[in-house]
């Protein structure tokens, strides 16, 4: 199976078996967000990034050329969910890993293994990373493949302890291709920290500006309206410990091999995303 890359948001592959010139390239510590988030949020689908605890680059004669991003999970019941025991700051979500399409196949595996180290490094406290591959494809609404989804070539590769799926449920795509997270709507209609930040997000997702005077909740329920709504069967996890004296669970069944179909609907209109 073919390895995943990214430029400019657009995903292409590199075969696996591509043998990596290590002499050419290096593991560092980003120290600021600023580098890391420029790099991911021009690269990567989402165009997004997430609350970062480390980042790494891999770098090629000084050129940034990949970049993990080890980040604060969505909530604080994340890691102690998969690792009982374990108090949320204990553990971290890999929650960007991007390198670009000139990076040799197996420069993932590579990377990720150095990667992990210097984690370890700058962050003693940490015994745990999890991991979300997501398998469902994301297209715009012309059609467009923006997402080719993923079951998680490189967590396997890496040893990645399968842990099954995160939960299901909906999400609603902007007409990039992109989603738009309930975590933003919810701070649009409570006018929350941020709003101007999130109310840009929503009509830059759905084209439509927000009435003059309009309550909050009114244009929230009528800006996604029209927006594609997904059920998405939940992503794949992927679990490792750094602790060697950390038990993990054993595997939920055999690693996943294969994409699947997505289904959304807008209008009561069914299609593929």
């Not at 890359?5 to 010139?21: L, M, T």
């Not at 005077?213 to 992927?238: I, S």
């Amino acid at each position: 199976m073919n390895n995943q890359r990214w430029r400019g948001r657009h995903a292409s592959w590199r075969h696996p078996d591509e043998v990596i010139d290590t002499s050419r390239y290096g593991v560092e510590l980003i120290p600021d967000d600023n580098t890391a988030k420029a790099f991911v949020e021009k690269h990567h689908y989402s165009g997004s990034y997430p609350a970062a605890r480390v980042r790494v680059g891999l770098y090629r004669s000084r050129e940034l050329v990949g970049v993990a991003v080890f980040s604060v999970p969505c909530n604080a019941r994340v890691i102690p969910s998969y690792f009982p025991g374990l108090e949320p700051l204990n553990g971290v979500e890999l929650g960007r890993f991007v390198l670009l399409d000139d990076v040799p196949g197996n420069g993932e595996t590579w990377f990720l293994a150095r990667a992990f180290k210097l984690l370890k490094t700058a962050k003693p406290e940490l015994r745990a990373v999890l991991s979300y591959s997501d398998p469902v494809p994301r297209r715009t609404d012309d059609g467009a493949v923006v997402m080719p989804g993923h079951v998680g070539t490189i967590y396997q590769a890496h040893n990645g302890v399968y842990a099954g799926r995160s939960s299901a449920r909906t999400l609603i795509l902007d007409r990039h291709g992109r989603v738009l997270s309930a975590r933003t709507l919810s701070k649009i209609r409570r006018e929350e920290r941020g709003v101007e930040y999130a109310l840009a997000q929503l009509r830059e997702a759905s084209g439509i500006t927000r009435a003059r005077h309009e309550p909050l909740p009114d244009y929230v329920t009528r800006a996604t309206a029209q927006l594609r709504r997904v059920r998405h069967p939940g992503n794949h996890a992927y679990l490792w410990g750094l602790d060697r004296r950390l038990r993990l669970a054993p595997p939920v069944g055999d690693y996943p091999k294969q994409v699947e179909p997505g289904y959304a609907e807008r209008a009561g209109q069914v299609m593929l995303i």
